[in-house]
Protein backbone atom coordinates (compact mmCIF):
# COMPACT_ATOMS: atom_id res chain seq x y z
CA UNK A 1 0.00 0.00 0.00
CA UNK A 2 2.99 2.36 0.41
CA UNK A 3 4.83 3.87 -1.66
CA UNK A 4 8.22 5.11 -1.92
CA UNK A 5 7.55 8.76 -1.82
CA UNK A 6 4.70 7.89 0.20
CA UNK A 7 1.25 7.03 -0.03
CA UNK A 8 -0.65 6.51 -3.04
CA UNK A 9 -3.56 8.52 -1.88
CA UNK A 10 -6.34 7.20 -5.03
CA UNK A 11 -4.89 3.73 -3.96
CA UNK A 12 -5.82 4.10 -0.77
CA UNK A 13 -9.08 5.19 -1.18
CA UNK A 14 -9.77 2.75 -4.07
CA UNK A 15 -9.46 0.04 -1.76
CA UNK A 16 -11.60 1.72 1.06
CA UNK A 17 -14.41 1.72 -1.66
CA UNK A 18 -14.10 -1.68 -2.28
CA UNK A 19 -14.38 -2.80 1.03
CA UNK A 20 -17.63 -0.34 1.90
CA UNK A 21 -18.90 -1.52 -1.42
CA UNK A 22 -18.96 -5.11 0.10
CA UNK A 23 -19.60 -4.62 3.74
CA UNK A 24 -22.07 -7.17 3.87
CA UNK A 25 -19.16 -10.06 2.59
CA UNK A 26 -16.24 -8.31 4.20
CA UNK A 27 -18.29 -8.29 7.88
CA UNK A 28 -18.95 -11.92 7.26
CA UNK A 29 -15.33 -12.59 6.36
CA UNK A 30 -13.99 -10.67 9.30
CA UNK A 31 -16.23 -12.96 11.63
CA UNK A 32 -14.49 -15.89 9.96
CA UNK A 33 -11.27 -14.98 10.13
CA UNK A 34 -11.67 -13.77 13.97
CA UNK A 35 -12.99 -17.35 14.68
CA UNK A 36 -11.08 -19.19 12.78
CA UNK A 37 -8.27 -17.39 14.69
CA UNK A 38 -9.65 -17.77 18.71
CA UNK A 39 -12.31 -20.45 18.03
CA UNK A 40 -10.00 -22.89 20.47
CA UNK A 41 -9.85 -20.16 22.95
CA UNK A 42 -10.72 -20.91 26.30
CA UNK A 43 -13.40 -18.17 26.31
CA UNK A 44 -14.60 -19.02 22.89
CA UNK A 45 -14.38 -22.97 23.60
CA UNK A 46 -16.81 -22.50 26.61
CA UNK A 47 -19.72 -20.93 24.84
CA UNK A 48 -19.84 -24.15 22.08
CA UNK A 49 -19.40 -22.67 19.28
CA UNK A 50 -17.79 -25.66 17.94
CA UNK A 51 -15.75 -24.37 14.68
CA UNK A 52 -18.56 -22.72 13.29
CA UNK A 53 -18.04 -19.20 12.11
CA UNK A 54 -20.63 -17.83 10.25
CA UNK A 55 -22.98 -14.71 12.32
CA UNK A 56 -26.07 -16.47 13.14
CA UNK A 57 -24.49 -19.42 15.59
CA UNK A 58 -21.93 -16.48 17.04
CA UNK A 59 -24.66 -14.47 17.85
CA UNK A 60 -26.81 -17.76 19.53
CA UNK A 61 -23.81 -18.92 21.07
CA UNK A 62 -21.79 -15.64 22.30
CA UNK A 63 -23.63 -13.33 24.93
CA UNK A 64 -23.79 -9.69 24.54
CA UNK A 65 -20.59 -8.36 27.44
CA UNK A 66 -19.52 -5.63 29.30
CA UNK A 67 -16.41 -4.70 30.43
CA UNK A 68 -17.03 -6.18 33.83
CA UNK A 69 -17.91 -9.52 32.29
CA UNK A 70 -14.34 -9.48 30.55
CA UNK A 71 -12.40 -8.33 33.13
CA UNK A 72 -11.80 -11.57 35.16
CA UNK A 73 -10.31 -13.05 31.78
CA UNK A 74 -8.19 -9.83 31.44
CA UNK A 75 -6.91 -9.93 34.97
CA UNK A 76 -5.83 -13.95 34.87
CA UNK A 77 -4.10 -12.59 32.01
CA UNK A 78 -2.18 -9.99 33.17
CA UNK A 79 -1.30 -12.07 36.66
CA UNK A 80 0.75 -14.32 34.26
CA UNK A 81 -1.76 -16.91 32.90
CA UNK A 82 -0.24 -17.51 29.39
CA UNK A 83 -2.88 -20.35 27.91
CA UNK A 84 -5.23 -19.10 25.41
CA UNK A 85 -8.07 -17.55 27.07
CA UNK A 86 -8.86 -14.87 25.01
CA UNK A 87 -6.74 -14.61 22.11
CA UNK A 88 -4.59 -17.66 20.82
CA UNK A 89 -1.73 -15.77 20.17
CA UNK A 90 -0.13 -14.90 23.52
CA UNK A 91 -0.72 -11.29 24.90
CA UNK A 92 2.54 -9.05 25.67
CA UNK A 93 0.59 -5.86 26.27
CA UNK A 94 -2.18 -4.66 28.12
CA UNK A 95 -3.84 -1.53 27.17
CA UNK A 96 -5.08 1.23 29.81
CA UNK A 97 -8.20 3.26 28.75
CA UNK A 98 -8.31 6.59 30.00
CA UNK A 99 -10.21 6.00 33.07
CA UNK A 100 -11.64 9.48 32.57
CA UNK A 101 -15.61 8.55 32.25
CA UNK A 102 -15.39 5.52 34.62
CA UNK A 103 -13.49 6.89 37.05
CA UNK A 104 -10.56 4.22 36.80
CA UNK A 105 -8.97 2.86 33.78
CA UNK A 106 -10.04 -0.51 32.55
CA UNK A 107 -7.83 -3.09 31.06
CA UNK A 108 -7.62 -4.22 27.56
CA UNK A 109 -5.49 -6.33 25.62
CA UNK A 110 -3.16 -4.85 23.41
CA UNK A 111 -2.44 -6.91 19.93
CA UNK A 112 -0.16 -6.22 16.91
CA UNK A 113 -3.34 -6.30 14.89
CA UNK A 114 -4.30 -3.38 16.33
CA UNK A 115 -1.37 -1.64 15.95
CA UNK A 116 -1.49 -2.83 12.11
CA UNK A 117 -5.53 -1.09 12.07
CA UNK A 118 -4.13 1.49 13.99
CA UNK A 119 -1.90 2.41 10.77
CA UNK A 120 -4.37 1.45 8.43
CA UNK A 121 -7.02 4.22 9.83
CA UNK A 122 -4.32 6.58 10.13
CA UNK A 123 -3.78 6.09 6.19
CA UNK A 124 -7.13 5.99 5.45
CA UNK A 125 -8.05 9.04 7.26
CA UNK A 126 -5.01 10.89 5.47
CA UNK A 127 -5.79 9.69 2.47
CA UNK A 128 -9.09 11.31 2.39
CA UNK A 129 -8.13 14.55 4.60
CA UNK A 130 -4.96 14.72 1.43
CA UNK A 131 -7.37 14.62 -1.23
CA UNK A 132 -9.02 17.86 0.12
CA UNK A 133 -6.31 19.39 1.68
CA UNK A 134 -3.37 18.47 0.13
CA UNK A 135 -0.25 19.34 1.88
CA UNK A 136 3.83 19.74 0.66
CA UNK A 137 6.07 17.23 2.66
CA UNK A 138 7.20 18.72 5.71
CA UNK A 139 6.57 18.02 9.27
CA UNK A 140 3.67 18.14 11.97
CA UNK A 141 2.99 20.01 15.22
CA UNK A 142 2.09 17.19 17.65
CA UNK A 143 0.66 17.61 21.14
CA UNK A 144 1.59 13.92 21.71
CA UNK A 145 2.29 12.48 24.90
CA UNK A 146 3.19 9.02 26.12
CA UNK A 147 2.04 8.00 29.52
CA UNK A 148 3.95 5.86 32.02
CA UNK A 149 4.34 2.37 31.72
CA UNK A 150 4.45 -0.50 34.67
CA UNK A 151 4.86 -4.07 34.53
CA UNK A 152 2.19 -6.55 35.91
CA UNK A 153 2.01 -8.90 38.23
CA UNK A 154 2.95 -11.88 35.49
CA UNK A 155 5.34 -9.51 33.84
CA UNK A 156 3.09 -7.73 30.74
CA UNK A 157 3.82 -4.23 30.08
CA UNK A 158 0.73 -2.17 30.92
CA UNK A 159 0.27 1.18 29.40
CA UNK A 160 -1.78 3.76 27.44
CA UNK A 161 -3.11 2.34 24.07
CA UNK A 162 -1.71 5.53 22.50
CA UNK A 163 1.34 4.86 24.26
CA UNK A 164 1.41 1.32 22.78
CA UNK A 165 1.05 2.73 19.54
CA UNK A 166 3.42 5.31 19.63
CA UNK A 167 6.14 2.74 20.89
CA UNK A 168 6.02 0.46 17.88
CA UNK A 169 8.50 0.45 14.88
CA UNK A 170 5.32 0.71 12.75
CA UNK A 171 4.35 4.31 13.70
CA UNK A 172 7.46 5.77 13.18
CA UNK A 173 7.58 5.07 10.04
CA UNK A 174 3.43 5.05 8.79
CA UNK A 175 4.24 8.78 9.98
CA UNK A 176 6.85 9.41 7.83
CA UNK A 177 4.27 8.01 4.80
CA UNK A 178 1.77 10.24 5.85
CA UNK A 179 3.73 13.60 5.98
CA UNK A 180 2.87 13.36 10.13
CA UNK A 181 6.95 13.26 11.41
CA UNK A 182 6.51 15.06 14.84
CA UNK A 183 8.70 18.41 14.64
CA UNK A 184 9.77 17.13 18.50
CA UNK A 185 12.17 14.14 19.01
CA UNK A 186 10.94 10.83 20.57
CA UNK A 187 12.49 12.11 24.11
CA UNK A 188 9.85 14.60 24.36
CA UNK A 189 6.99 12.56 22.90
CA UNK A 190 8.16 9.84 25.91
CA UNK A 191 9.17 12.51 28.79
CA UNK A 192 8.21 11.61 31.99
CA UNK A 193 6.99 15.25 32.65
CA UNK A 194 3.92 16.13 31.15
CA UNK A 195 4.73 19.88 31.44
CA UNK A 196 8.20 19.53 30.39
CA UNK A 197 7.21 17.99 27.22
CA UNK A 198 4.54 20.14 26.26
CA UNK A 199 7.37 22.95 26.60
CA UNK A 200 9.73 21.08 24.21
CA UNK A 201 6.67 20.56 22.08
CA UNK A 202 6.21 24.12 21.04
CA UNK A 203 9.69 25.22 21.27
CA UNK A 204 10.16 22.49 18.51
CA UNK A 205 7.46 23.44 16.45
CA UNK A 206 8.90 27.70 16.45
CA UNK A 207 12.05 26.12 15.70
CA UNK A 208 10.96 24.48 12.15
CA UNK A 209 7.92 27.09 12.17
CA UNK A 210 8.51 26.69 8.19
CA UNK A 211 7.97 23.43 8.13
CA UNK A 212 4.89 22.43 9.41
CA UNK A 213 2.51 21.51 7.45
CA UNK A 214 -0.73 21.32 10.36
CA UNK A 215 -1.31 21.40 13.86
CA UNK A 216 -2.86 18.06 16.26
CA UNK A 217 -3.27 16.14 18.76
CA UNK A 218 -5.23 12.97 19.52
CA UNK A 219 -8.18 14.94 21.36
CA UNK A 220 -8.66 18.42 20.45
CA UNK A 221 -8.25 19.18 24.38
CA UNK A 222 -4.71 18.86 24.44
CA UNK A 223 -4.31 21.52 21.74
CA UNK A 224 -5.98 24.19 23.43
CA UNK A 225 -4.31 23.34 26.45
CA UNK A 226 -1.18 23.95 24.55
CA UNK A 227 -2.41 27.29 23.09
CA UNK A 228 -3.78 28.56 26.94
CA UNK A 229 0.07 27.43 28.11
CA UNK A 230 1.82 29.47 25.49
CA UNK A 231 -0.14 32.37 26.38
CA UNK A 232 1.80 32.07 29.35
CA UNK A 233 4.73 30.97 28.16
CA UNK A 234 5.84 32.60 25.13
CA UNK A 235 8.35 35.02 25.81
CA UNK A 236 10.47 32.37 27.51
CA UNK A 237 10.48 30.37 24.52
CA UNK A 238 11.63 33.72 22.53
CA UNK A 239 14.65 33.86 24.45
CA UNK A 240 15.43 30.23 24.15
CA UNK A 241 15.52 30.50 20.19
CA UNK A 242 17.05 34.00 20.68
CA UNK A 243 20.05 32.42 22.72
CA UNK A 244 20.15 29.52 21.72
CA UNK A 245 19.92 28.11 24.81
CA UNK A 246 17.19 26.28 26.25
CA UNK A 247 15.16 26.80 29.82
CA UNK A 248 16.04 25.49 32.95
CA UNK A 249 12.98 24.42 33.49
CA UNK A 250 13.67 21.40 31.44
CA UNK A 251 15.40 19.20 34.23
CA UNK A 252 15.21 15.80 32.57
CA UNK A 253 18.00 15.26 30.98
CA UNK A 254 17.15 13.02 27.26
CA UNK A 255 14.78 16.14 27.26
CA UNK A 256 17.38 18.58 27.54
CA UNK A 257 20.00 16.63 25.37
CA UNK A 258 17.50 15.89 22.48
CA UNK A 259 16.29 19.71 22.36
CA UNK A 260 19.74 21.52 22.92
CA UNK A 261 20.60 19.82 19.65
CA UNK A 262 18.06 21.32 17.78
CA UNK A 263 18.88 24.81 19.22
CA UNK A 264 21.30 27.48 17.44
CA UNK A 265 20.80 31.07 18.86
CA UNK A 266 18.53 32.44 15.61
CA UNK A 267 17.89 36.14 17.00
CA UNK A 268 15.97 37.01 13.62
CA UNK A 269 13.52 33.99 14.08
CA UNK A 270 13.22 35.08 17.77
CA UNK A 271 12.08 39.05 16.99
CA UNK A 272 9.82 37.65 14.39
CA UNK A 273 7.85 35.54 17.23
CA UNK A 274 7.75 37.97 19.20
CA UNK A 275 6.81 41.13 17.10
CA UNK A 276 4.11 38.37 15.77
CA UNK A 277 2.84 37.59 19.39
CA UNK A 278 2.58 41.46 20.27
CA UNK A 279 0.45 42.58 17.39
CA UNK A 280 -1.98 39.78 17.81
CA UNK A 281 -5.31 40.64 19.36
CA UNK A 282 -5.93 38.46 22.25
CA UNK A 283 -4.30 35.76 20.26
CA UNK A 284 -6.55 35.38 17.56
CA UNK A 285 -5.51 33.44 14.65
CA UNK A 286 -1.97 32.54 16.52
CA UNK A 287 -1.20 29.08 14.73
CA UNK A 288 -1.52 30.95 11.01
CA UNK A 289 0.76 33.17 12.37
CA UNK A 290 3.28 31.36 13.55
CA UNK A 291 2.98 28.58 11.48
CA UNK A 292 2.12 30.24 7.81
CA UNK A 293 2.38 26.92 6.25
CA UNK A 294 -0.04 25.07 8.33
CA UNK A 295 -3.06 23.96 6.27
CA UNK A 296 -5.37 22.73 9.31
CA UNK A 297 -5.84 22.20 12.56
CA UNK A 298 -6.16 18.15 13.42
CA UNK A 299 -8.10 15.90 16.24
CA UNK A 300 -10.45 14.72 17.48
CA UNK A 301 -12.73 17.01 18.27
CA UNK A 302 -16.47 15.30 18.36
CA UNK A 303 -18.65 14.11 21.08
CA UNK A 304 -16.85 15.80 24.35
CA UNK A 305 -14.64 17.47 22.71
CA UNK A 306 -17.14 20.08 21.21
CA UNK A 307 -17.03 22.85 24.40
CA UNK A 308 -13.29 22.87 23.05
CA UNK A 309 -14.12 24.31 19.59
CA UNK A 310 -15.22 27.64 20.35
CA UNK A 311 -11.39 28.42 21.76
CA UNK A 312 -9.77 26.18 19.00
CA UNK A 313 -11.28 28.05 16.28
CA UNK A 314 -10.23 31.31 17.98
CA UNK A 315 -6.67 29.86 17.58
CA UNK A 316 -7.54 28.77 14.46
CA UNK A 317 -8.24 32.06 12.75
CA UNK A 318 -8.56 30.95 9.06
CA UNK A 319 -7.64 27.40 9.07
CA UNK A 320 -10.45 24.76 9.09
CA UNK A 321 -10.42 21.83 11.65
CA UNK A 322 -10.52 18.66 10.46
CA UNK A 323 -11.83 16.05 12.50
CA UNK A 324 -9.59 12.66 13.51
CA UNK A 325 -10.66 9.03 13.21
CA UNK A 326 -13.49 7.40 16.12
CA UNK A 327 -12.29 4.86 18.19
CA UNK A 328 -11.61 3.30 21.33
CA UNK A 329 -8.70 1.34 23.34
CA UNK A 330 -11.08 -1.68 22.27
CA UNK A 331 -10.00 -1.04 18.43
CA UNK A 332 -10.68 1.55 15.91
CA UNK A 333 -14.46 2.03 14.64
CA UNK A 334 -14.60 4.43 11.59
CA UNK A 335 -13.29 7.79 10.13
CA UNK A 336 -14.32 10.45 8.18
CA UNK A 337 -14.88 10.59 4.60
CA UNK A 338 -15.82 14.31 4.14
CA UNK A 339 -13.20 16.24 6.08
CA UNK A 340 -14.22 19.36 4.54
CA UNK A 341 -17.29 18.75 7.01
CA UNK A 342 -16.93 21.38 10.48
CA UNK A 343 -16.61 19.32 13.91
CA UNK A 344 -20.38 19.49 14.43
CA UNK A 345 -21.81 17.62 11.58
CA UNK A 346 -18.68 15.38 11.04
CA UNK A 347 -19.90 11.80 10.77
CA UNK A 348 -17.41 8.16 10.74
CA UNK A 349 -17.87 5.47 8.10
CA UNK A 350 -16.97 2.28 9.89
CA UNK A 351 -13.94 0.13 8.46
CA UNK A 352 -16.02 -3.17 7.72
CA UNK A 353 -12.81 -5.46 7.79
CA UNK A 354 -11.23 -3.71 11.50
CA UNK A 355 -13.55 -5.50 13.47
CA UNK A 356 -17.30 -7.00 13.50
CA UNK A 357 -20.07 -4.59 14.71
CA UNK A 358 -23.55 -5.33 15.93
CA UNK A 359 -25.46 -2.34 16.65
CA UNK A 360 -28.11 -2.24 20.02
CA UNK A 361 -31.38 -0.10 18.96
CA UNK A 362 -31.99 3.04 21.54
CA UNK A 363 -35.15 4.11 21.45
CA UNK A 364 -34.86 8.19 21.52
CA UNK A 365 -34.75 9.82 24.65
CA UNK A 366 -37.95 11.17 25.67
CA UNK A 367 -38.03 15.25 26.37
CA UNK A 368 -40.21 16.74 28.65
CA UNK A 369 -41.91 18.93 25.46
CA UNK A 370 -43.13 15.27 23.90
CA UNK A 371 -44.00 13.24 27.08
CA UNK A 372 -44.69 13.69 30.70
CA UNK A 373 -42.59 10.16 31.65
CA UNK A 374 -39.08 9.29 30.17
CA UNK A 375 -38.53 6.31 29.27
CA UNK A 376 -34.54 7.03 27.95
CA UNK A 377 -32.46 4.47 25.71
CA UNK A 378 -34.33 1.83 26.45
CA UNK A 379 -33.06 -1.37 24.14
CA UNK A 380 -33.85 -4.01 21.63
CA UNK A 381 -31.66 -6.97 19.66
CA UNK A 382 -28.78 -6.21 18.10
CA UNK A 383 -28.81 -5.08 14.29
CA UNK A 384 -26.20 -5.75 11.54
CA UNK A 385 -23.84 -3.24 10.43
CA UNK A 386 -25.63 -2.83 7.02
CA UNK A 387 -29.13 -3.38 8.63
CA UNK A 388 -28.79 0.02 10.88
CA UNK A 389 -31.37 2.51 9.59
CA UNK A 390 -30.66 6.14 9.22
CA UNK A 391 -31.81 8.64 11.88
CA UNK A 392 -32.00 6.08 14.67
CA UNK A 393 -29.58 5.90 17.26
CA UNK A 394 -27.57 2.62 18.55
CA UNK A 395 -24.90 1.38 21.21
CA UNK A 396 -22.18 -0.02 18.89
CA UNK A 397 -20.99 -3.52 19.67
CA UNK A 398 -17.57 -5.15 18.99
CA UNK A 399 -16.06 -8.31 18.23
CA UNK A 400 -12.51 -8.00 17.05
CA UNK A 401 -8.69 -9.36 16.86
CA UNK A 402 -8.08 -8.07 20.85
CA UNK A 403 -9.89 -10.65 22.35
CA UNK A 404 -13.85 -9.14 22.52
CA UNK A 405 -16.44 -10.86 21.57
CA UNK A 406 -19.75 -8.79 21.89
CA UNK A 407 -18.52 -6.40 23.48
CA UNK A 408 -20.75 -3.09 24.49
CA UNK A 409 -18.47 -0.13 23.85
CA UNK A 410 -20.95 2.00 26.05
CA UNK A 411 -20.57 4.56 23.28
CA UNK A 412 -24.28 5.49 21.21
CA UNK A 413 -24.28 6.74 17.77
CA UNK A 414 -26.72 7.98 15.70
CA UNK A 415 -26.69 6.82 11.69
CA UNK A 416 -26.14 9.82 9.18
CA UNK A 417 -26.43 8.06 6.29
CA UNK A 418 -24.27 5.88 4.53
CA UNK A 419 -20.56 5.38 2.34
CA UNK A 420 -21.31 2.89 0.26
CA UNK A 421 -22.78 0.21 2.17
CA UNK A 422 -21.28 1.26 5.14
CA UNK A 423 -22.65 3.23 7.83
CA UNK A 424 -22.10 6.73 8.17
CA UNK A 425 -22.11 7.47 12.25
CA UNK A 426 -22.26 10.56 14.14
CA UNK A 427 -21.41 10.09 17.92
CA UNK A 428 -23.67 10.93 20.32
CA UNK A 429 -22.34 10.54 24.00
CA UNK A 430 -21.06 7.65 26.24
CA UNK A 431 -24.35 5.43 27.20
CA UNK A 432 -23.69 5.66 30.66
CA UNK A 433 -26.07 8.00 32.49
CA UNK A 434 -24.67 10.98 33.78
CA UNK A 435 -26.82 13.18 36.06
CA UNK A 436 -29.67 10.98 38.13
CA UNK A 437 -30.97 11.58 41.51
CA UNK A 438 -34.71 9.63 41.23
CA UNK A 439 -36.32 9.26 37.93
CA UNK A 440 -34.66 12.15 36.06
CA UNK A 441 -32.21 10.91 33.35
CA UNK A 442 -29.20 13.10 31.84
CA UNK A 443 -26.94 12.32 29.73
CA UNK A 444 -23.08 13.80 28.82
CA UNK A 445 -24.94 15.05 25.82
CA UNK A 446 -28.36 16.69 27.68
CA UNK A 447 -25.79 17.81 30.00
CA UNK A 448 -23.34 19.40 27.00
CA UNK A 449 -26.12 21.08 25.47
CA UNK A 450 -27.63 22.79 28.33
CA UNK A 451 -23.71 24.27 29.32
CA UNK A 452 -23.60 25.65 25.40
CA UNK A 453 -26.81 27.73 25.87
CA UNK A 454 -26.00 28.91 29.33
CA UNK A 455 -22.05 29.99 28.65
CA UNK A 456 -23.93 32.25 25.29
CA UNK A 457 -24.72 34.30 28.34
CA UNK A 458 -20.88 34.99 28.65
CA UNK A 459 -20.01 36.09 25.63
CA UNK A 460 -20.97 39.66 26.18
CA UNK A 461 -18.58 39.66 29.33
CA UNK A 462 -16.12 38.35 26.96
CA UNK A 463 -15.48 35.36 29.20
CA UNK A 464 -14.99 31.85 28.18
CA UNK A 465 -16.05 28.92 29.76
CA UNK A 466 -12.69 26.99 29.87
CA UNK A 467 -14.03 22.97 31.52
CA UNK A 468 -16.97 22.27 33.35
CA UNK A 469 -17.98 19.51 35.02
CA UNK A 470 -21.28 18.06 37.27
CA UNK A 471 -22.13 16.31 40.09
CA UNK A 472 -25.45 15.16 41.72
CA UNK A 473 -25.29 16.59 45.32
CA UNK A 474 -27.57 13.83 47.47
CA UNK A 475 -26.12 14.97 50.53
CA UNK A 476 -29.03 18.20 50.86
CA UNK A 477 -32.70 16.89 51.06
CA UNK A 478 -33.82 16.95 48.42
CA UNK A 479 -31.14 16.41 46.74
CA UNK A 480 -29.80 18.69 43.75
CA UNK A 481 -27.62 19.01 40.63
CA UNK A 482 -23.72 20.59 41.09
CA UNK A 483 -22.59 22.23 38.16
CA UNK A 484 -18.92 23.24 38.39
CA UNK A 485 -17.57 25.76 35.84
CA UNK A 486 -13.99 27.05 35.36
CA UNK A 487 -14.32 30.59 33.56
CA UNK A 488 -11.33 32.55 31.85
CA UNK A 489 -11.14 35.27 34.58
CA UNK A 490 -12.44 35.57 38.01
CA UNK A 491 -14.10 38.36 37.69
CA UNK A 492 -17.59 37.80 35.83
CA UNK A 493 -20.51 39.77 37.32
CA UNK A 494 -22.71 37.62 39.73
CA UNK A 495 -25.92 38.78 38.11
CA UNK A 496 -24.47 37.13 34.84
CA UNK A 497 -23.61 33.96 36.66
CA UNK A 498 -27.19 34.06 38.57
CA UNK A 499 -28.66 34.31 34.96
CA UNK A 500 -26.33 30.96 33.83
CA UNK A 501 -27.14 29.26 36.42
CA UNK A 502 -30.89 29.87 35.51
CA UNK A 503 -30.64 29.16 32.29
CA UNK A 504 -28.57 25.83 33.24
CA UNK A 505 -31.71 24.81 34.93
CA UNK A 506 -34.05 25.26 32.09
CA UNK A 507 -31.76 23.88 29.47
CA UNK A 508 -32.14 20.58 31.08
CA UNK A 509 -35.08 19.12 29.35
CA UNK A 510 -35.02 15.70 30.72
CA UNK A 511 -38.81 15.07 31.62
CA UNK A 512 -37.69 13.08 34.58
CA UNK A 513 -35.87 15.97 35.52
CA UNK A 514 -38.07 19.01 34.67
CA UNK A 515 -41.35 16.79 36.38
CA UNK A 516 -38.67 16.12 39.31
CA UNK A 517 -38.28 19.95 39.45
CA UNK A 518 -41.98 21.06 39.08
CA UNK A 519 -42.86 18.73 42.72
CA UNK A 520 -39.84 20.03 44.31
CA UNK A 521 -38.60 16.25 44.48
CA UNK A 522 -34.98 17.58 43.04
CA UNK A 523 -34.17 21.09 44.50
CA UNK A 524 -32.53 23.66 43.12
CA UNK A 525 -29.71 23.59 40.50
CA UNK A 526 -26.39 25.01 41.47
CA UNK A 527 -23.59 26.45 39.95
CA UNK A 528 -20.67 26.50 41.85
CA UNK A 529 -17.16 28.50 40.30
CA UNK A 530 -13.84 26.88 40.63
CA UNK A 531 -10.92 29.32 40.64
CA UNK A 532 -8.88 29.20 37.59
CA UNK A 533 -6.50 26.22 36.99
CA UNK A 534 -9.26 23.70 38.87
CA UNK A 535 -9.09 21.68 36.16
CA UNK A 536 -5.16 21.70 35.18
CA UNK A 537 -5.31 19.90 38.80
CA UNK A 538 -8.16 17.85 37.78
CA UNK A 539 -5.90 16.75 34.87
CA UNK A 540 -2.54 16.40 37.36
CA UNK A 541 -4.80 13.42 39.41
CA UNK A 542 -5.74 11.57 36.44
CA UNK A 543 -1.99 11.58 35.35
CA UNK A 544 -0.92 11.03 39.03
CA UNK A 545 -3.06 7.83 38.05
CA UNK A 546 -1.35 6.57 35.01
CA UNK A 547 -3.79 8.07 32.61
CA UNK A 548 -1.97 9.78 29.06
CA UNK A 549 -3.22 13.43 28.22
CA UNK A 550 -3.43 12.05 24.86
CA UNK A 551 -6.29 10.48 25.85
CA UNK A 552 -7.84 12.46 28.80
CA UNK A 553 -11.15 13.23 28.47
CA UNK A 554 -12.78 15.71 31.37
CA UNK A 555 -15.36 13.73 33.65
CA UNK A 556 -18.73 15.53 33.13
CA UNK A 557 -19.99 13.93 36.28
CA UNK A 558 -18.20 13.09 39.32
CA UNK A 559 -19.56 10.43 41.17
CA UNK A 560 -18.78 8.72 44.44
CA UNK A 561 -15.82 6.91 42.54
CA UNK A 562 -14.15 9.99 42.11
CA UNK A 563 -13.86 11.27 45.82
CA UNK A 564 -10.24 13.20 45.12
CA UNK A 565 -12.02 14.92 42.09
CA UNK A 566 -14.69 16.26 44.23
CA UNK A 567 -11.96 17.21 46.97
CA UNK A 568 -10.51 19.17 44.22
CA UNK A 569 -13.54 21.26 43.26
CA UNK A 570 -14.61 21.54 46.41
CA UNK A 571 -10.87 23.14 47.70
CA UNK A 572 -11.39 25.33 44.30
CA UNK A 573 -14.92 26.73 44.98
CA UNK A 574 -14.92 30.37 44.58
CA UNK A 575 -18.78 31.56 44.47
CA UNK A 576 -22.15 29.21 44.32
CA UNK A 577 -26.11 30.05 42.92
CA UNK A 578 -29.22 28.40 43.47
CA UNK A 579 -31.29 28.08 40.11
CA UNK A 580 -34.25 30.64 40.42
CA UNK A 581 -36.32 29.00 37.76
CA UNK A 582 -38.63 26.72 38.71
CA UNK A 583 -40.48 29.17 41.46
P1 LIG B 1 -10.21 5.67 25.53
O1 LIG B 1 -10.30 4.23 25.25
O2 LIG B 1 -9.99 5.98 26.93
O3 LIG B 1 -9.27 6.37 24.63
O4 LIG B 1 -11.63 6.32 25.20
C1 LIG B 1 -12.36 5.94 24.07
C2 LIG B 1 -13.63 6.72 24.03
O5 LIG B 1 -13.38 8.06 23.58
C3 LIG B 1 -14.63 6.18 23.03
O6 LIG B 1 -15.35 5.08 23.51
C4 LIG B 1 -15.49 7.41 22.79
O7 LIG B 1 -16.42 7.56 23.84
C5 LIG B 1 -14.47 8.54 22.83
N1 LIG B 1 -14.04 8.85 21.45
C6 LIG B 1 -13.03 8.31 20.75
N2 LIG B 1 -12.96 8.81 19.52
C7 LIG B 1 -13.96 9.71 19.42
C8 LIG B 1 -14.42 10.57 18.38
N3 LIG B 1 -13.84 10.65 17.19
N4 LIG B 1 -15.49 11.35 18.66
C9 LIG B 1 -16.09 11.31 19.87
N5 LIG B 1 -15.69 10.53 20.88
C10 LIG B 1 -14.65 9.74 20.66
Request: net charge negative; with cysteine; hydrophobic share 35%.
Amino acid sequence: MLEKEGLNIEKVIGEFEELTKNAVEVQRETLKRILEENGETEYLRSLGLRGRVDPGSFKSCVPLITHKDIEPYIQRIADGDSSPILTRKPVTKISLSSGTTQGKPKYLLFSEELVHSTMQIYRISYAFRNREFPIEPGKALQFIYSSKQFVTKGGLIATTATTNVYRSEQFKSTMKDIQSQSCSPFEVIFGPDFHQSLYCHLLCGLIYSDEVRFVSSTFAHSIVHAFRTFEEIWEELCNDIRGGVLSSRITIPSIREAVSSLLSPNPTLADSIYEKCVSLSNWYGVIPELWPNARYVYGIMTGSMEPYLKKLRHYAGNLPLVSAEYGASEGWIGTSVDPKLPPELTTFAVLPDIGYFEFIPLKPKVEARELETSDSHAELEPVGLTEVQVGKEYEIVVTNFAGLYRYRLGDVVKVAGFHNSTPKLKFVCRRNLLLSINIDKNTEKDLQLAVEEASKLLAAEKLDLVDFTSQADMSTDPGHYVIFWELSADNAPKDVLQSCCDCLDRALIDAGYVGSRKIKSIGPLELRIVRGGTFQKILHHFLGLGAAVSQFKTPRCVGPANANVSQILCDNCIESFFSNAYY
